[in-house]
């Protein structure tokens, strides 16, 4: 039946575009592109003004990757603990999910993407790198649907948690591999010092 393709919808003002676009130009200058073109509102608009040459940079990557190590850690030590009182640790998963696929993101396209659904952050982080591809089976075995179970613990709600010993295994094993992706690419990578060399300074 031929190709199938995935969108991800991003959504910025023109204004949000020029006034950003010095940051995130590595991204933009691929995708706005005249053959690329489907529709306009205005033919005088004026033309955005890409900067040449131009050297993307990994701004403020370290909190980013700090936000999401510290997350995995306390996801980690709640996930870890002996009495099974797993209380708050869907939130916290969601929210390194999120803090993970922002990061990738960033790692990958020097874009920072606004908080998205799970689902669109993930095929981000599939058009950043298609090689993230090889945790997808991980997401296909947890049991329910990971996008939706993600994008409804973004919200806060006053409740008991009910979640069993072998779901909090499946997230933690989720986090732990996704978590050393990110240092991988960040630490290995050389794109931010370590969190060792910090403490020795």
């Given at each position: 039946?031929?190709?199938?393709?995935?969108?991800?919808?991003?959504?910025?003002?023109?204004?949000?575009?020029?006034?950003?676009?010095?940051?995130?130009?590595?991204?933009?200058?691929g995708?706005?592109?005249?053959?690329?073109?489907?529709?306009?509102?205005?033919?005088?608009?004026?033309?955005?003004h890409?900067?040449?040459?131009?050297?993307?940079?990994?701004?403020?990557?370290?909190?980013?990757?700090?936000?999401?190590?510290?997350?995995?850690?306390?996801?980690?030590?709640?996930a870890?603990?002996?009495?099974?009182?797993?209380?708050?640790?869907?939130?916290?998963?969601?929210?390194?999910?999120?803090?993970f696929?922002?990061?990738?993101?960033?790692?990958?396209?020097?874009?920072?993407?606004?908080?998205?659904?799970?689902?669109?952050?993930?095929?981000?982080?599939?058009?950043?790198?298609?090689?993230?591809?090889?945790?997808h089976?991980?997401?296909?075995?947890?049991?329910?649907?990971?996008?939706?179970?993600?994008?409804?613990?973004m919200?806060?709600?006053?409740?008991?948690?009910?979640?069993?010993?072998?779901?909090?295994?499946?997230?933690?094993?989720?986090?732990?591999?996704?978590?050393?992706?990110?240092?991988?690419?960040?630490?290995?990578?050389?794109?931010?010092?370590s969190?060792?060399?910090?403490?020795?300074?």
């Open positions: 039946m031929g190709n199938q393709y995935d969108f991800v919808l991003l959504s910025h003002s023109r204004y949000w575009i020029q006034n950003n676009l010095y940051q995130y130009q590595h991204l933009f200058s995708i706005i592109q005249d053959q690329n073109l489907i529709w306009s509102s205005a033919p005088y608009h004026p033309d955005l890409w900067e040449v040459p131009f050297e993307p940079s990994h701004a403020d990557l370290y909190f980013h990757y700090k936000a999401a190590k510290n997350v995995a850690l306390q996801f980690f030590a709640i870890g603990n002996p009495k099974q009182n797993y209380q708050g640790l869907d939130y916290l998963f969601a929210l390194f999910f999120l803090s696929c922002r990061t990738y993101i960033f790692v990958k396209t020097y874009y920072l993407p606004h908080y998205l659904t799970a689902q669109s952050l993930w095929q981000l982080c599939s058009y950043a790198d298609p090689d993230i591809r090889k945790y089976y991980l997401l296909e075995q947890f049991p329910t649907d990971i996008f939706l179970y993600t994008d409804k613990h919200s806060l709600h006053h409740k008991l948690s009910k979640l069993s010993k072998e779901q909090v295994s499946q997230m933690n094993l989720i986090v732990e591999k996704l978590i050393f992706e990110l240092h991988h690419l960040v630490i290995e990578g050389k794109l931010i010092y969190d060792k060399d910090e403490e020795e300074e």
